[in-house]
């Protein structure tokens, strides 16, 4: 592997303590990282290097999903990194961070191969990107690349905005937008089971699909990103980007090569396909919820309007329902719901994947569930398939099993979402990072909804914390004789 340096922008972090650092360390115990590397966190802060490993160490012990970390190799692990306090906004700053990547580059006699992390709040993205070209950082003999959080923009001009502002620093092919999502196994390993397996793919389209449902719950509300979420809604922080990305990954034909640009290619015919939302359709296709108090696990739970840090008149949708169209020859008469909430009664990211259920003169009098596919994506990863069998202990009435196909040998042994993503970004791979124009025409069907929502052209529904969700959120399906799976 190739010689470099990784500039961490947010290195004091939070997201570079829970995440980035111990996916760093264990791509580096399993010796996925390049033997020569020069690793330099950045932060508003002063530290001294050593301070810095520190705290690097402390957030390994806290969070790595690895237990071993011999001392030996943690002390090499740790050398590789180095300090320096920068505010984003200071030239100075960046001329002294250019001098020490030179520095490292040559002690350790490093390719200028340079991959700039923004671990920071988004209002520095064009900033940071701006003061690395103009300081010389982005000037390179090797590779550059930009690695960048989320969230992208805040509506679809704000977003061209910064992709304008981004591309006068960075090429296209140079960004990395992580969207943690597709670091997920089960999102990645979705290309596979679609295309891998011929029982599957026969039947992976509109002939046999009737409808498909993805749900992103959580448990948890607003935590202390009060601040960020009362202004961005479930959406923002969930449908332009996560739900919409698993939709293209479900929903994409098979690419005539497997590789970045294929999925790519299919995934943005499946965005290009969406039926667009007029505003006034918006309430028919969308159901806005907002969290009120309940119970969740046998305790009580404030309301959203009552967490700390939210406006007590707030209208931010903690919940969202959508029924989507892909206007696409595959997808005919197929509609697509998506459901995301806080506060919801369990903890669950899952495709459910409803197959069409024929008449059956035989079984009239027994009702005969569809055949379903499960694909559990978080906190467990599994898929499961919904089958109808003869139930001996019931008079020999059919009755749906379940057949489980998990992975549980692999258990520890799987890299966490920022692990891949990192390792894909370090050797050039995209395939799982969000393409520009993904992003925009996620964007652009987003956008008819923000102004809805803005315009209050849309009800905003209570939903007990501990439920699924607003009933306007079952309707959306009823309304086409389907019912959320998995619910109880
Ligand atoms: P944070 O507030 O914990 O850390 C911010 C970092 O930015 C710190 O290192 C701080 O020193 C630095 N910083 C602040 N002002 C600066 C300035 N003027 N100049 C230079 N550096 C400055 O934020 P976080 O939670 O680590 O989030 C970082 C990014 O990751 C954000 O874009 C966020 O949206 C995204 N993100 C975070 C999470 C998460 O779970 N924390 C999840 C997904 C995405």
Redesign the pocket.
């Known amino acids: 592997m190739e010689s470099m340096t990784f500039v961490l922008?947010?290195?004091?972090?939070?997201?570079?303590?829970?995440?980035i650092f111990p996916a760093l360390y264990n791509l580096y115990v399993d010796q996925k990282l390049p033997q020569s590397i020069s690793i330099i966190?950045?932060?508003?802060?002063e530290l001294s290097h050593s301070e810095f490993q520190e705290k690097v160490k402390d957030s390994i012990l806290d969070f790595s999903r690895r237990l071993e970390h011999d001392a030996a190799n943690m002390g090499e692990f740790l050398d590789y990194f180095r300090y320096s306090?920068?505010?984003?906004?200071?030239e100075e700053?960046f001329q002294q961070l250019l001098q020490l990547v030179k520095k490292r580059e040559d002690e350790l006699d490093l390719t200028q191969n340079r991959m700039f992390y923004?671990?920071?709040?988004?209002e520095?993205?064009d900033t940071?990107a701006l003061n690395i070209k103009n300081s010389g950082l982005g000037q390179t003999n090797g590779w550059k690349r930009l690695i960048?959080?989320?969230?992208f923009g805040h509506d679809l001009k704000s977003a061209r905005e910064l992709n304008k502002k981004l591309s006068r620093a960075f090429l296209e092919e140079e960004i990395y937008r992580?969207d943690?999502y597709l670091g997920k196994p089960m999102v990645q390993n979705l290309e596979a089971l679609a295309f891998a397996n011929p029982i599957l793919q026969s039947v992976w389209n509109k002939d046999h699909i009737a409808n498909v449902q993805i749900t992103a719950g959580e448990t948890v509300g607003v935590e202390k990103?009060a601040g960020?979420y009362d202004q961005a809604g479930a959406i923002r922080d969930m449908v332009q980007n996560h739900m919409l990305q698993i939709l293209m990954m479900t929903a994409m034909d098979k690419p005539e090569k497997i590789n970045a640009a294929g999925i790519r290619h299919e995934k943005r015919k499946v965005i290009e396909s969406l039926r667009p939302l007029k505003e006034e359709d918006v309430p028919y296709n969308i159901v806005r919820g907002q969290y009120i108090s309940g119970e969740l696990n046998g305790q009580k739970v404030p309301g959203y309007l009552k967490e700390p840090g939210v406006n007590p008149s707030s209208t931010t949708d903690t919940f969202v329902a959508a029924r989507l169209w892909i206007d696409h020859p595959s997808w005919t008469g197929v509609p697509f719901y998506i459901r995301t909430g806080k506060r919801m009664k369990e903890k669950s990211t899952r495709i459910v994947i409803e197959f069409k259920n024929k008449e059956n003169e035989q079984y009239k009098n027994n009702q005969i569930d569809p055949n379903l596919l499960i694909i559990e994506i978080n906190p467990n990863e599994n898929i499961s398939l919904q089958l109808n069998s003869k139930n001996p202990l019931n008079n020999g009435k059919v009755t749906p099993i379940r057949i489980n196909f998990s992975n549980e040998q692999i258990g520890l042994g799987v890299p966490e979402a920022y692990e891949r993503l990192i390792y894909d970004a370090v050797n050039g791979d995209s395939t799982f990072f969000a393409h520009w124009k993904e992003v925009e025409l996620s964007w652009e069907w987003v956008q008819p909804i923000l102004n809805a929502f803005e315009g209050n052209f849309v009800p905003l529904h209570e939903y007990q914390s501990g439920s699924y969700g607003p009933a306007a959120s079952d309707s959306l399906l009823l309304e086409n004789g389907f019912k959320w799976w998995l619910d109880e």
């Open positions: 922008f947010g290195a004091t972090g939070d997201l570079a303590k829970r995440k966190g950045l932060g508003r802060g306090s920068l505010d984003v906004n200071s700053d923004l671990s920071v709040a988004p520095f993205f940071i960048i959080e989320k969230p992580i943690h990103r960020y």
